[in-house]
């Protein structure tokens, strides 16, 4: 694609789009919290662990002013996706703030020490609206890996924020997919995924959105023809139980 990101910074991935990560050239896991702007509305996915905490609000602050945050997306209760949850609700300072989650996660969520209110998806249609009119359609992925996963689908660019689906583990980690995203995929699916066949029914579910790009929790952002073919590349990559019984 001719990118070359700077990872030190807040990277825009569309005008309304940012990666707001931290780039750990030690590790093979990288995170990627990503911040939505909408007009009065700001949301944040996934805003990380406690060690990321300075880097991924420094980038933040580099695109709004936190106070701005409306909503925070917490995909599924693991530290690495949401355990500076409490601390990144102090910084943004407003009472109004909206933690989206699945039900189910709350109780988890909860030992974090939050204080603010829960938009629980389930039980909201699974959707939400923000002022502008635009909409946020959330899908719960049991055991993918979490019993209590959610994604979200903004209908306006036609993202979708994948949480650890479509992630990957990688020493040569780039934000955008390479020749290698398949392989990362490979090593991060078959560890955390319990099997092919919740992996095969979560496709379908998604069969009929309008998919411009996806973007996990962890690994690299797909877009164009990496799309299709990582759901093809799913479909057919044993997980879990099916490496241990075949």
């Not at 070359?4 to 309304?16: F, K, T, V």
């Not at 931290?22 to 702007?37: I, K, S």
């Not at 709350?106 to 939050?114: E, F, P, S």
């Not at 994604?151 to 040569?172: A, M, P, Q, R, V």
Request: charged fraction near 25%; glycine fraction near 6%.
């Amino acid at each position: 694609m001719g990118r070359s990101p700077d990872y030190e910074n807040a990277i825009a991935i569309l005008r309304d789009i940012y990666w707001v990560g931290f780039y750990d050239r030690e590790a093979d896991l990288h995170c990627n919290p990503y911040l939505l702007l909408d007009d009065e509305d700001v949301i944040l996915f996934d805003p990380g662990s406690i060690p990321h905490f300075a880097v991924v609000m420094r980038k933040v602050i580099d695109v709004v002013n936190p106070e701005e945050i409306s909503h925070l997306v917490l995909s599924h209760q693991d530290p690495d996706v949401c355990g500076n949850v409490a601390v990144v609700e102090d910084l943004i300072g407003r009472p109004d703030l909206l933690l989206i989650n699945h039900s189910s996660q709350t109780r988890l969520i909860q030992h974090y020490g939050v204080h603010s209110k829960f938009f629980e998806v389930d039980k909201n249609h699974y959707q939400l609206k923000l002022k502008s009119g635009r909409v946020l359609e959330f899908f719960h992925t049991p055991y993918l890996h979490s019993p209590f996963g959610i994604i979200t689908y903004d209908h306006e660019t036609k993202s979708l924020f994948t949480s650890d689906l479509f992630g990957g583990l990688s020493d040569h980690w780039s934000l955008f997919a390479t020749e290698h995203v398949f392989e990362s995929m490979n090593r991060w699916h078959q560890i955390i995924i319990p099997s092919n066949k919740v992996l095969v029914d979560f496709l379908d579910r998604i069969r009929g959105l309008d998919i411009r790009r996806i973007l996990p929790q962890h690994g690299s952002i797909l877009e164009g023809d990496y799309i299709g073919q990582a759901m093809e590349h799913l479909r057919k990559l044993p997980c879990g139980i099916d490496l241990h019984h075949p």
